[in-house]
């Protein structure tokens, strides 16, 4: 099964920036999207970005459009996501989380409730 980990988080201000890292393992097969997902308190998790290693084909939650830049080094099977002009709703849980079975949209949109394997996540928190 694929293994993550992720790490970047921090504390950061408003309007700063933070860069996260993943780095993943255990794909059985060429093709497959990973992503990032956060999970504020009390909130249900959702999906951010994603991407898929195919065609490159990415996906941004609407509320990061913008501000999230993903991208990835595929000779590393790691994936970043680059998160400038911060606001304190970005606040969370960032989990780092890939699949065989969807492409960039769909594993970022729906997917990713199916998922059984997460990484450890890491804590952003943007405050004054």
């Known amino acids: 099964q694929v293994h993550v980990v992720e790490s970047g988080g921090g504390l950061v201000q408003p309007g700063g920036a933070l860069r996260l890292s993943c780095a993943a393992s255990?794909?059985?097969?060429?093709?497959?999207?990973i992503g990032w997902f956060r999970q504020a308190p009390g909130k249900e998790r959702e999906g951010v970005s994603c991407?898929?290693?195919?065609?490159?084909?990415?996906f941004y939650a609407d509320s990061v459009k913008g501000r999230f830049t993903i991208s990835m080094d595929k000779a590393k099977n790691t994936i970043y996501l680059q998160m400038n002009s911060l606001k304190p709703e970005d606040t969370a849980v960032y989990y780092c989380?890939?699949?065989?079975?969807?492409?960039?949209?769909?594993?970022?949109?729906?997917?990713?409730?199916?998922?059984?394997?997460w990484g450890q996540g890491t804590l952003v928190t943007v405050s004054s």
């Open positions: 255990g794909f059985t097969r060429p093709y497959y999207a």
């Open positions: 991407i898929s290693n195919d065609d490159d084909a990415t």
């Open positions: 989380a890939a699949d065989h079975d969807y492409g960039s949209y769909d594993l970022c949109t729906v997917g990713y409730r199916f998922l059984g394997v």
